[in-house]
């Protein structure tokens, strides 16, 4: 309620507006007055421009599960694919976006697959000449609005084997975009999170009138702790902030 109070108290300082952030907490206060409130804000500032992201704890599983299948099978075969492809789109703890990362080739490498079209219509010619495909010989589909990447630059990713063309030349192209432990991802301006702080607590025996989950703090916290980067917490109370630096240090 009192966010734009709080904008202008903090915005009066030298300081960038990143965005503010939405915690959906999945429950709402019913009861009172008007609509029911489930959602709390963060305010995100800074001195610099950055970009806010970092490395999801879903991607390190997603790697931990397709290393243990290659691990398992002495390498990758047809069963590795097709168990790491399942595990991935059945995983109700994945989001959309880690979904798409349902790929692992000969290599072991985890990827998801994306279309080499053009943003915008291409008019140079080089853009639209076609890829051979590598067992018919014949020319493939170009994208409606050409290629993204110039003929060198396509050449040296099929070199790579980071091209992945269809079982004939009806297929159009695509690309390979791997997932590694450096791969990060930009915060998003909506973070959905139901899970109750006294959770982590009960693990501890500790009781505590009202505190947020290491979840949660896990999410806001993990793309400030990359460069021995600092976080202070102003109020402490249950230990929230302190248990979740101490979880990502340890991890």
Known sequence: NENTNLSE????????NLGTLIWDKRNPMTGGKGVAIQHEYIQWLSKSEITISSTTENAKEILSV?????????????????????????????TGGDRAYSNI???????????LRAPEPRTDIKFHKPLIHPLTGKPC???????SRTPETLAEMIKNGIIIFGVDETVQPR???FLTSD???QLT?????????????HKFDIVFPYCHSVSFYSKIISPILENNDMVLDFFAGSGTSAHTVIKSILR
């Open 189 to 201: 301006s909506v973070i959905q999170d139901a899970i109750k702080g006294t959770s982590d607590l």
């Open 66 to 94: 397709a290393n243990a299948l290659v691990k398992k099978y002495n390498g990758v075969n047809e069963q590795v694919k097709l168990e790491f492809s399942n595990w991935v789109r059945n995983n109700p703890n994945l």
């Open 175 to 177: 690309y390979k975009i």
């Open 9 to 16: 108290l903090i915005f009066s300082k030298p300081l960038l």
């Open 141 to 147: 589909p170009v994208p409606p609005n050409g290629f």
């Open 183 to 185: 791969t990060k991802k």
């Open 105 to 115: 080739d000969e290599q072991g490498r985890v990827y998801q697959s994306v279309s």
